[in-house]
C-alpha cells in the first residue's frame, strides 16, 4: 500500500506577533497545523500557556496537531481535545497512565499522538497501538526548532513501520525535515512529516510545503 503523505508544519518558527498571517499562508496546502506546546518543564523552552494554544486552536482555519511537550500530559492533554484540537499528541515520557490518557483524548473527540524522544525505545509503546492513531517518532531532541536530523532515528522509525503495517496509524516525524532529510524518512516509512524553519525560513512558505509534499509523494512506497 502507498503511504500516504501528510504534511503538517509547525509554526514555531513563524513570527508569533502575527500568527494569523502566517498560518494563513500555509492553511491551503497543508493537512494540519502542528502546534509545538512547550512549558518549560518538560523541555527547556516555553511558547504557549493553555489560554493562548486554545485562541491559536479555535482561529486557525484548519486542523491543529497539538505536540504537547509538557509535564502532566495527563491533565492537560484532556483539555486541548475539549477545545478542538483534531489531534492530540502526548509524550510517552511525560505521561502517568498513557492508556487512560489515550482514551480520555479520544472519548473527547480527538486524534491520539504518541510521541517519544530521541533516547526512549519504541518497543513497549507498541502496547499501546489500539488507542493510538499517530505514533511520533522526534527525529531531533524537542525543545527547539532548527536543529539537524538525527539519521540514527531513521531505525526506530523502519521498526515502527514493520509493527504498523498497513493499520490506518499515521506515523509522524518531527525535527529538522527539510529538502534533504524528508525523502530518507519516507523511505523508511514515515507517511506524515513536521516542519518548521525549512517551512518558515522560505521565501515561500507554501510552495516548500509543496515541494516538500512533492518529494515524499515521489518516494512514498
Ligand atoms: C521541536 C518541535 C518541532 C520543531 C521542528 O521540539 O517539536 O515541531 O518545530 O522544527 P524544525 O523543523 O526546524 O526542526
Ligand atoms: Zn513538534
Request: aromatic share 6%; net charge negative.
Amino acid at each position: 500500500m502507498k503511504q500516504e503523505i501528510r504534511i503538517t508544519p509547525s509554526i514555531l518558527n513563524a513570527n508569533f506577533a502575527q500568527l494569523d498571517q502566517e498560518i494563513a499562508k500555509i492553511a491551503d496546502v497543508s493537512d494540519l497545523i502542528h502546534l509545538d506546546v512547550m512549558d518549560n518543564i518538560f523541555v527547556p523552552n516555553f511558547t504557549f500557556d493553555f489560554e493562548a494554544a486554545e485562541k491559536i486552536i479555535k482561529n486557525c482555519p484548519i486542523g491543529i496537531d497539538a505536540h504537547l511537550m509538557v509535564a502532566d500530559a495527563d491533565s492537560i492533554a484532556p483539555r486541548y481535545a475539549e477545545v478542538g484540537a483534531q489531534s492530540v499528541t502526548i509524550h510517552a515520557e511525560a505521561t502517568q497512565d498513557i492508556s487512560a490518557t489515550l482514551k480520555q483524548i479520544h472519548s473527547l473527540g480527538s486524534r491520539t499522538g504518541l510521541a517519544i524522544k530521541p533516547n526512549t525505545a519504541i518497543d513497549t509503546y507498541f502496547d499501546f497501538i489500539d488507542d493510538v492513531d499517530m505514533f511520533l517518532i522526534m527525529t531531533v531532541e524537542p525543545g527547539f526548532g532548527g536543529q539537524k536530523f538525527m539519521v540514527d532515528m531513521l531505525e526506530k522509525v523502519r521498526k515502527a513501520r514493520g509493527v504498523i503495517g498497513d493499520r490506518p496509524i499515521w506515523l509522524q516525524v518531527d525535527g529538522g525535515i527539510s529538502l534533504e532529510t524528508i525523502e530518507q524518512a519516507v523511505a523508511a516509512g514515515a507517511d506524515t512529516f513536521v516542519a518548521g524553519s525549512a517551512v518558515f525560513n522560505a521565501q515561500d512558505p507554501a510552495a516548500m510545503v509543496a515541494s516538500l509534499r512533492q518529494l515524499a509523494q515521489n518516494v512514498a512506497n
